[in-house]
């Protein structure tokens, strides 16, 4: 489907300007959306090349077989079983360029950069990057979840690539996104782990490699089917801007976007830090990172993607409405569809929410995200005033969000370690994913999860918003008796 060329924000005109909700003050340092166009076509070439030659040296397993043939057979069970993948799927990417790195010049060169830790990373500001994650972490993961990846799905452009890949089906999309939530904890877990060698580092690179071999397969495609992705429309699969807007989604988007619509503010030096972290990180998976030098830079990236980029279809419909569906009424939130609709309106904004087709929530469900809001500003600052509960929050949540998130498959976690294969394989026969149907029984309130804590914090919240009005009327009360009494 073509993409909508036509932006609402004229790049000559300075000032206010409102695009789908979101308010910013357009300057010249903003990135003109035409601008921004050029890097559809361009992308990660040293991974490119370097897989390029793993592909020669370690074929891939359907490397024996015609692109139609191979496609033709693949089995979308294999992609509803991703553990089964896990195990099947023998080719360790990563193992292989440690393997053929001082063999090869284009394997050797993709390691060398990887190794090359460049001059502007501090270690301590990385360090304190991560932390930052772990104190604000309740609304650093629902931003993640609801702003930054279904939210994320209104960039039609981007979606064209996802919706090939069968990945976001509503069957398989939860052990999906635990998948990538393994790539996110690793990254912030301690800085042995994002450091050379670590698993945040190494996931980092499965990653940059797995977009590599999209990209290439998606292409190998198209050429042998013209009609079957539209190089010049949507430009090159996994290309510069999608890797650029990606690492925002996950950086600037949660700085300005997500966590002040919940009520928390990060300071100046949190900002600064976090988003030096996510630099880094861009660095070590190929994307173009200068956009993260600074938080001004970061800044007027973010807003320039939100003008650029923003342009639901469909298929975007589609992708987000499978998130909700797929993650409802499962462990370890059990969070009712209604729940999840109201915490995309309440992120997104209408006007996105609505172009996604997701249904408008009722004024319970809005209650009980206003409920979870005031949890967390009210851990938030508890984390601010005192050292030692922040230190004892960082320790804990880290630590059971690793147990429910990874590592207990009977809580809802994802029960293994992904190595970021090529497992959701795209195919001729499945130029669309197919729109999910909700089929779990409702939980909301009735178990422990999310709806329960945001009605904990709802109730906790009000009770402190009126014990602290009552306390400011006595108080008014006295001093205007006080100064009536001085008068007299």
Known sequence: MPIEKWHPIDPDTYGWKERWGAKFYWTPEHHRPEDLQKLIHTYDVVAAEALDRLDELSPPPYADKSVETNIRESNIEGAIRPEDGEKKQRRDLFELVRKHADKDDKIGRLWEEIHTVPDWVDWEQIERGQKVFWRYGGPCLTTLTFLSLLGGMGSGRTVETLDRTGGFCAKVVKRRLLETTQHTLNVHKDLASIQP????????????????????????????????????????????????????????????????????????????????????????????????????????????????????????????????????????????????????????????????????????????????????????????????????????????????????????????????????????????????????????????????????????????????????????????????????
């Not at 007027?300 to 993650?327: D, F, H, K, Q, R």
């Not at 147990?403 to 959701?424: E, P, Q, S, V, W």
């Not at 100064?483 to 007299?488: E, P, Q, S, T």
């Open 197 to 488: 060698g670590g698993d945040g580092f190494v996931n980092s690179v499965q990653v940059r490699l797995l977009h590599a071999t999209v990209r290439k397969r998606i292409l190998e495609m198209a050429t042998a089917r013209p009609g079957y992705y539209d190089v010049g429309a949507y430009g090159v699969p996994v290309n510069d801007l999608d890797c650029i807007g990606t690492i925002h989604t996950f950086s600037s988007t949660v700085v300005w976007g997500g966590l002040p619509r919940q009520g928390v503010h990060m300071r100046e030096q949190e900002i600064a830090d976090y988003l030096a972290l996510w630099r880094y990180v861009a660095y070590l998976m190929g994307t173009p990172h200068d956009n993260l030098a600074t938080p001004r830079a970061a800044q007027v990236m973010m807003e320039s993607l939100i003008a650029s980029e923003i342009n639901p279809t469909p298929a975007s419909a589609v992708l987000a409405n499978n998130i909700i569906t797929g993650l409802a009424g499962t462990q370890p939130t059990y969070a009712s569809p209604q729940f999840m609709a109201a915490q995309s309106y309440w992120l997104n904004g209408k006007q996105v929410s609505s172009a996604l087709k997701i249904p408008p929530p009722t004024l319970w469900y809005n209650a009980l995200v206003l409920g979870q809001c005031m949890l967390f500003v009210i851990m938030a600052h508890l984390n601010r005033w005192f050292t030692s509960v922040d230190e004892w929050n960082i320790k804990t949540f880290k630590k059971v969000i690793y147990k429910i998130l990874l590592h207990d498959k009977a809580k809802g976690g994802l029960g293994y370690t992904t190595r970021f294969n090529f497992k959701y394989v795209p195919r001729y026969d499945r130029m669309n994913t197919e729109p999910g149907v909700y089929d779990q029984p409702p939980r909301g309130i009735l178990k422990p999860g999310s709806e329960r804590t945001a009605l904990i914090g709802l109730v906790v919240g009000t009770t402190l918003a009126s014990l602290g009005l009552l306390a400011g009327v006595k108080i008014g009360g006295w001093l205007l008796s006080r100064v009536v009494g001085h008068w007299r």
